[in-house]
């Protein structure tokens, strides 16, 4: 059965703080990897990442994947309040129709 | 140019009754997949389907629940006599045809069983 383990499952920092966020992963035939930010609504898509080594960027968001050791991290720079939210980690194996396991999240929380 | 559209967004029932919820797909996406998250959990998948077809119920319970996409129309998760446990927030997620993986998810339903 696939696996996601995000770590930590929370996180409080304050603004300006840079954060790393982890997910490991247990795929049969591993096909891609996405990050998500969930508020108190929708998760909103933040990154999709196949292929080891690219890094993906946006803004003050940056994630990347390892394939090797099976884990990818995404990095928030300078992190502002509006950064508080619930990241998801969720995976997609090759038959799955992609179909999304997800990891239980990080909740991170940014303090003035 | 509108997102998933779900409804309704919190829907309070009681033990017994049944429960639906719709989901309409951004445009142009074919394809729909139903996530429930229970409080203090993270997203499970459930269903996921393409017009007229159940692609993968893998995640659904045997029982009371089932989902349909039909030709014309949203798509609709359906619970059968309610039960408590029931109460989750139900997101319905949709993606094109193309290659990639990347779903957009909707406001989410949250159910409420009393």
């Known amino acids: 059965e696939d696996k996601v383990v995000q770590s930590p499952l929370s996180l409080v920092v304050h603004e300006g703080d840079t954060v790393t966020l982890n997910c490991s992963y247990e795929v049969t035939n591993f096909r891609s990897l996405l990050w998500y930010k969930q508020e108190k609504k929708a998760p909103t898509f933040l990154f999709m990442l196949t292929s080891s080594g690219i890094e993906k960027k946006s803004g003050r968001l940056s994630s990347i994947l390892d394939k090797k050791e099976l884990f990818s991290i995404l990095n928030i720079t300078a992190t502002q309040t509006g950064d508080s939210a619930i990241y998801l980690c969720a995976v997609v194996e090759e038959t799955s129709g992609s179909r999304l396991t997800f990891g239980e999240g990080t909740q991170l929380t940014v303090n003035p | 140019n509108a997102g998933v559209m779900q409804n309704p967004r919190h829907l309070v029932r009681r033990r017994g009754q049944e429960a639906r919820l719709r989901c309409s797909p951004m445009?142009?996406?074919?394809?729909v997949y139903w996530y429930r998250q229970l409080p203090e959990e993270g997203l499970k998948f459930m269903v996921y389907l393409q017009k007229e077809n159940i692609i993968d119920e893998s995640g659904m319970p045997k029982e009371r629940f089932s989902a349909e996409f039909p030709k014309e129309g949203p798509s609709i998760l359906r619970i059968q006599q309610v039960v408590r446990g029931d109460s989750a927030a139900y997101f319905c997620?949709?993606?094109?045809?193309?290659?990639?993986?990347?779903?957009?998810f909707g406001p989410g339903t949250r159910l409420t069983v009393l």
């Open positions: 445009k142009g996406h074919s394809h």
């Open positions: 997620a949709s993606r094109t045809s193309g290659g990639s993986d990347t779903q957009y």
